[in-house]
């Protein structure tokens, strides 16, 4: 159980990987107090019985090029399960993000092991093996790390070559290595990463549809994601939602009134959050009527369609993912179903391999080409 240390002895294991066809890959980071994820560790492992190691960015004098060199070679694929984390701290630290990759997540939604499959759930069925899960919520950043941390980091990716190597076989098996690869385009597209503040008032739910109120709540979302980043600390510890939302309601303009706000932090009510707050709210209010944010900016929201028409769309698609083995969430999401039968058309389920396995079908029952009869347990497509 080998712990790289230093920059040579990293440059080396990543030469080794660069010969290699595949290396899979783990990271062990800490997020609760932080805006960016803290990376405490690394785990890499080569094919077969190949050498698997732990490599510490915590030590001192270690730089991760190497590393970063690695994932950006295009000769040797980069395994991970459930990644998007991962390379998020990847392209926030190191500029890269791993290419070719394979998420073994994703793979297994392909490959009819359901819905967002973990990666124990996967080593149990494929591997035969078992995961010991007491270190998992251990903290990562301490040094030096017990037996048992180093054990669990390591199975995260031995046990992954196994995962790996039968789900590109059964991929390669049934002609669907390209849907993956569809799958995996926005893992691997930049703007999946990048956080704006100009738009981080689009993931908060709210109640009220009035544009002036969706000005406040988008100005003083603006502040607070601009002011998390720049101090690197959670977007909770500046205020949370709930508070924001009173904010946008209560819309304080002075010290007086922003200290009558019954869910704002203590520290929020004074020096550089308060008057971040404050101004954020006086820059709504003074916005003209035609710079308000419209409702229907806040999300895609699928227009009001039929709802019997939705409901038989979702039998279409359980029947659909079921004779494929495909996770029906992977091929379409409810919002999806809602605006198909509302009368959209340019979804993600009508498109790509999607559009195969389930939109062609879809088109036509929405356009009462076709009918939807049960026998038994089974579900079948009528031509009409």
Request: charged share 30%.
């Amino acid at each position: 159980m080998r712990t790289i240390t230093d920059t040579e002895s990293l440059a080396a294991f990543c030469e080794a990987a660069r010969a290699a066809p595949y290396v899979t890959l783990d990271t062990e980071f800490l997020r609760e107090r932080t805006y960016w994820a803290k990376l405490c560790l690394v785990q890499m492992a080569l094919p077969g019985e190949g050498e698997a190691v732990l490599v510490d960015p915590l030590a001192e004098g270690l730089s991760l090029a190497p590393f970063y060199e690695l994932l950006a070679h295009p000769g040797t694929v980069k395994v991970l399960h459930a990644g998007r984390q991962d390379i998020e701290i990847f392209y926030t630290e190191g500029g890269v993000i791993p290419q070719p990759l394979f998420d073994t997540q994703v793979a297994a939604m392909v490959c009819g092991f359901g819905e967002q499959v973990g990666y124990e759930t996967l080593v149990k069925r494929i591997a035969r093996a078992g995961i010991d899960k007491t270190s998992r919520f251990t903290d990562w950043s301490r040094r030096p790390l017990t037996e048992a941390q180093k054990a669990y980091a390591l199975a995260d990716v031995t046990h992954l070559r196994k995962v790996y190597e039968h789900l590109a076989a059964e991929l390669e098996r049934t002609g669907r290595t390209p849907w993956v690869e569809e799958e995996l385009a926005v893992l691997t597209d930049p703007e999946t990463y990048v956080t704006r503040p100009d738009e981080a008032w689009t993931r908060i739910r709210t109640r009220s549809n009035s544009p002036r109120f969706l000005a406040v709540v988008r100005e003083l979302a603006r502040f607070r994601e601009s002011y998390a980043q720049a101090r690197n600390i959670p977007r909770s510890r500046v205020f949370k939602d709930d508070a924001l939302l009173e904010l946008a309601s209560t819309r304080p303009t002075t010290p007086e009134e922003l200290g009558r706000s019954r869910l704002l932090l203590r520290e929020a009510r004074r020096g550089e959050i308060a008057e971040g707050i404050l101004e954020a709210v006086r820059t709504a209010l003074a916005l003209p009527n035609d710079a308000l944010p419209r409702p229907e900016d806040t999300e895609d929201r699928p227009p009001q369609g039929n709802p019997a028409l939705a409901d038989l769309l979702r039998v279409l698609l359980k029947a659909r993912s079921d004779a494929e083995g495909v996770a029906a969430r992977l091929i379409a999401s409810a919002a999806d179903l809602d605006a198909l039968a509302a009368g959209a058309r340019d979804l993600p389920a009508l498109r790509g391999w999607r559009r195969e396995v389930f939109g062609e079908d879809a088109l036509r029952l929405c356009e009462g080409r076709i009918a939807l009869s049960a026998r038994g347990g089974a579900i079948r497509v009528v031509p009409l």
